[in-house]
């Protein structure tokens, strides 16, 4: 009985242990002392399911099921909201080509380009990456030409599959275009003057 209570006293303390030093993904700086853009990592390529991080529970939740699967990683930049609303919490998203990851893997990315498109006239804003590791790099590709020269078939999926991800009844959905590297950087600069 004795090692019974203390079994339980064990799994306690570490269950609470593990709850306090569970990181605050919203929290993180967007930019690293490196100087490299970071994200976190809430739908895994091949995910069958739309995985959003939860802030206030401090958790990833499972939500509904993707019409198809992820085509990428998708995910947020952390500490970064774009809503005017401040009870609503909407991050900059991002799509990054690499293998898959788990919810709640943070990494160094490197923007590529981004696509624009409206959601029922809202603007929404989906900066594509590729990871800082040259080790974790699907593709060898620095700029959103490059990729084009390379893969020239994934932005007219990756618009595709969003168009798909956003189709309800009554939605109107419009691609508005992609923007190469340096005009992601200059929207996400102006980002973060607008934050600070």
């Given amino acids: 009985m004795m090692r019974l209570k203390a079994i339980i006293l064990f799994l306690i303390l570490i269950s609470g242990t593990y709850a306090c030093i569970r990181p605050k993904y919203d929290h993180f700086a967007p930019i690293g002392e490196d100087h490299y853009l970071r994200m976190v990592v809430e739908t895994s390529a091949g995910n069958t399911h739309c995985v959003q991080y939860n802030s206030s529970r401090n958790e990833f939740i499972k939500g509904s099921a993707l019409k198809s699967p992820a085509p990428v990683n998708f995910g947020f930049i952390p500490s970064l909201n774009i809503s005017t609303n401040k009870e609503n919490i ?85 691609i508005n275009g992609w923007l190469d590297e340096n005009e992601t950087w200059h929207y996400l600069l102006n980002t973060f003057h607008l934050q600070s």
């Fill in 90 to 174: 909407d991050p900059v998203h991002v799509m990054l080509l690499s293998d898959s990851k788990p919810a709640g893997t943070i990494l160094k990315i490197i923007p590529v380009g981004m696509l624009q498109l409206s959601v029922s006239d809202e603007e929404k804003h989906f900066i594509l990456a590729i990871p800082a590791d040259p080790s974790e790099q699907k593709v060898k590709i620095q700029t959103a030409s490059e990729l084009s020269m390379t893969n020239p078939s994934i932005f007219l999926l990756l618009e595709s599959w969003l168009k798909n991800y956003f189709t309800t009844s009554g939605v109107n959905i419009q």
